[in-house]
Nanobody, 125 residues
């Protein structure tokens, strides 16, 4: 059973940091392109970050470049999204997802095979 479970969301103030986790099961991170997406109320879903199966390629959306970092712990089957210098516009539900059929661009246009249920991040003073 393919499963992704996000955690780590919460309420933080602007400028603070938060780390999201995505625990996966039923597949290996060694063969999957793992993604983070987000969706704010009333807005379209946005690609946040992607990591290739080998971990060598990491892609970020323009709005988070330089502030967010994707990483993984293979032993724990977990992918992380470290979010620094958070802004009010980062407020959204954050979802992790994966596909086996990505490419070296780690583009956000690929169709995902499975999704997590999301974790809410609220940035507000």
């Amino acid at each position: 059973q393919l499963q992704l479970v996000e955690s780590g969301g919460g309420l933080v103030q602007p400028g603070e940091s938060l780390r999201l986790s995505c625990k996966v099961s039923g597949f290996s991170l060694d063969y999957a392109y793992i993604y983070w997406f987000r969706q704010a109320p009333g807005k379209e879903r946005e690609g946040v970050s992607c990591m290739s199966p080998g971990g060598l390629i990491r892609n970020y959306g323009d709005s988070v470049k330089g502030r967010f970092t994707i990483s993984r712990d293979r032993a724990k089957n977990t992918v992380y999204l470290q979010m620094n210098s958070l802004k009010a516009e980062d407020t959204a539900n954050y979802y992790c997802a994966f596909t086996f059929t990505g490419d070296d661009s780690c583009g956000f246009y690929h169709i995902m095979k499975a999704w997590g249920k999301g974790t809410l991040v609220t940035v507000s003073s």
